[in-house]
């Protein structure tokens, strides 16, 4: 049990960062679900110009294929923007 925890646990702090930033980005009524590692830095690809796309990795984090299935990140990053659109107006 204590493996299956600590799986769990690596998973999921591989990913935080990735968490936190698109629900940043949703309250701003902004998407972000598609990132870019670069050495220990990473950003939005999605903003990325052709040319620099080339020269880093394309991070999807929310897929279900890996410990903590975040398949259901899309769904909600779209309602917190919808909610955060609400408030605005």
Do not use: C, H
Not at 61 to 70: C, K
């Amino acid at each position: 049990m204590a493996e299956v925890a600590g799986k769990l646990k690596t998973d999921y702090e591989g990913a935080r960062d990735y968490i936190i930033a698109s629900m940043e980005m949703a309250i701003k009524g902004e998407s972000a679900t598609r990132f870019y590692q670069d050495g220990r830095e990473f950003g939005l690809y999605d903003r990325l110009g052709e040319k620099a796309r080339k020269k880093v990795a394309l991070v999807e984090p929310y897929t279900n294929i890996r410990a903590v299935g975040l398949g259901w990140m899309p769904d909600l990053i779209q309602f917190e923007i919808e909610e955060s659109g609400k408030e605005l107006k």
